[in-house]
Structure formats: structure tokens, C-alpha cells
Nanobody, 114 residues
Framework: QVQFVESGGGLVQPGGSLRLSCAVS????????INWYRQAPGKQRELVAS???????NYADSEKGRFTISRDTAKNTVYLQMNSLKPEDTAVYYC????????WGQGTQVTVSS
């Protein structure tokens, strides 16, 4: 089964930037949409951004203009560049296939705080 390994999270001040990475174990980026999700404490997991097999991208309204999803198919890796971070972006960030998800990785913690 395909596995996801997220990395790149950390503690950042408001207005700062982070780049998250999602290493995918199989060569599926050209077959399936890959999404970034996040889950804040006490809240449901929510979709942040997605990238389709042909490279089309979509974002949640609150992330448009601040976040950029991209991929490197040769490295089987999907990235999430996050700029102008806000405290409300604090969450554990996960990646997974669009539609019915595969097994979830451990996620990467992003904390935005002064």
C-alpha cells in the first residue's frame, strides 16, 4: 500500500513561512490527485490544497494567495509552500490521495505563534 511521510513542520512566528514535504512511497502522482489536509486541536480534518495528475491545483478559500502546492514527480514528493502564516494555521498537516484516502501518515506539526 502507498505510504505518505510528511515533514517540514515547526514553530514559526506570524507572517513567517514554511515548506512542507510529502514523500509518497509509490509512483502515483501522475495517476491520483494528492491533497494536503490539516487538523487543528478539537477540529475536524480539513482540505487545504490539492494537485491533480495533470498538475492542476486548487486551494481552500482561506489559503488562496498564501499557500502553493507543487510536486516533483521524479522524487515522488508533493510540497506545500506556506507564506504569511497566521496563528489559525496551527495544526497537524497531512497528505493523502484525493477521494477515498489510503492510510494516513503521522503528519507534521505546524505551530504559528509569537
Amino acid at each position: 500500500q502507498v505510504q505518505f511521510v510528511e515533514s517540514g513542520g515547526g514553530l514559526v512566528q506570524p507572517g513567517g513561512s514554511l515548506r512542507l514535504s510529502c514523500a509518497v512511497s509509490g509512483r502515483v502522482l501522475s495517476i491520483f490527485t494528492i491533497n494536503w489536509y490539516r487538523q487543528a486541536p478539537g477540529k475536524q480534518r480539513e482540505l487545504v490544497a490539492s494537485i491533480s495528475p495533470d498538475g492542476n491545483t486548487n486551494y481552500a478559500d482561506s489559503e488562496k494567495g498564501r499557500f502553493t502546492i507543487s510536486r516533483d514527480t521524479a522524487k515522488n514528493t508533493v510540497y506545500l509552500q506556506m507564506n504569511s502564516l497566521k496563528p489559525e494555521d496551527t495544526a497537524v498537516y497531512y497528505c493523502n490521495k484525493g477521494g477515498l484516502p489510503w492510510s494516513w501518515g503521522q503528519g507534521t506539526q505546524v505551530t504559528v505563534s509569537s
